[in-house]
């Protein structure tokens, strides 16, 4: 392992600081449970690591869950078991509290961040898609300014977050989902707990009073390099009243916009129609308001 400088700042602005004067060498720590490997494992991506900050001295500050009106304040420290039991998340925004709960195993849903699961960028990240169907928004600390970014434009085309020099995200904002949206969140791991996503998929749709559909989002993980919204999907379901043969139609267009957008791999023989099964059954839980089995 490569020796690198541990520092434990005083403020926000010294974390900004010392991220700006190391740029693109130093980096953030938050839980921990990616980093720490990656650096026991010499992950090429800290070959010349010069200096690492710890945000532990601001637990307090950047673990809150707060209600702010129409939206939901979930700080950057909060670990996905804080953000699972939070009555405030169950109540409106519940897919995440889901998603949460599927976490790897209670050690690393004990440690892991929010924050660290939104700049690790990992297309197999539990939160992620719930985050991006409900269109997130990021509170971003910078050396000389504070900004807002939405989660969708966050990542390049890589799937690399979009971070200038001195910044690191603080905080992230959901909108409470309104009383005439329902969401789903489904998961296939390799064993039903303890397991890394294979694939999973997040829905939130939003009726009008006759039963019909006027948005929807449809956001699967663990597809491709970077996590999004699949919008064509989603048009299927636009203006129409979902059915079975509706579910299963669209579906079938998300794995086929899988394939379209990574091509045919090895692993697509057994993706492909996964993905089919799994998206019909995040649809179904959001249409019938069921209980998914992940």
Same mark, same amino acid.
């Given at each position: ?18 991220? #700006?004067v190391h740029h693109p060498h130093a980096c953030i720590l938050a839980g921990g449970t990616d980093l720490l490997v990656q650096l026991h494992e010499k992950n090429r991506r800290w070959d010349e690591l010069e200096a690492v900050v710890d945000l532990h001295p601001f637990q307090a500050e950047l673990s ?30 519940? #897919? ?24 690790? &960028?990992?297309?197999?990240? /539990? ?26 434009? #966050? ?9 200038? &020099? ?25 064993? $039903? ?13 939003? #009726?009008?009073? /006759? ?13 491709? $390099? ?42 697509? &023989? ?25």
């Amino acid at each position: 392992m490569k020796d690198f400088t541990f520092i434990k700042a005083q403020n926000l602005e010294e974390v900004s600081r010392v991220l #700006f004067v190391h740029h693109p060498h130093a980096c953030i720590l938050a839980g921990g449970t990616d980093l720490l490997v990656q650096l026991h494992e010499k992950n090429r991506r800290w070959d010349e690591l010069e200096a690492v900050v710890d945000l532990h001295p601001f637990q307090a500050e950047l673990s809150r869950i707060e209600d702010v009106g129409n939206a939901l304040r979930i700080g950057a420290l909060c670990t996905h078991t804080m953000i699972e039991c939070s009555s405030l998340v169950r109540q409106y925004f519940p #897919f995440l509290s889901k998603a949460c709960s599927l976490v790897g195993s209670p050690q690393i849903r004990n440690m892991g961040t929010v924050g660290g699961a939104i700049c690790n &960028a990992s297309p197999a990240s /539990d939160p992620l898609p719930p985050l991006l169907a409900g269109d997130a928004e990021l509170l971003i600390h910078g050396y000389k300014c504070e900004r807002r970014m939405r989660l969708s434009d #966050f990542y390049d085309d890589m799937g690399v977050p979009r971070l200038d &020099a001195g910044e690191f995200v603080i905080a992230v904002e959901v909108r409470k989902l309104l009383p005439s949206e329902r969401s789903s969140f489904v998961k296939l791991g390799r064993r $039903r707990a303890l397991a890394i996503s294979r694939l999973s998929v997040a829905v939130v749709l939003d #009726f009008q009073r /006759d039963g019909s559909i006027q948005n929807a989002m449809i956001v699967p993980g663990c597809v491709g $390099r970077r996590v999004k919204r699949y919008q064509r999907a989603e048009r299927l379901l636009c203006g129409q009243k979902p059915s079975r043969a509706l579910i299963s139609k669209t579906a079938a267009q998300v794995s086929e916009q899988m394939l379209e957008e990574n091509g045919r791999r090895w692993s697509s &023989a057994y993706k492909e129609p996964a993905l089919t099964v799994l998206a019909e059954r995040a649809l179904c839980a959001a249409v019938y308001d069921a209980e998914d089995q992940s």
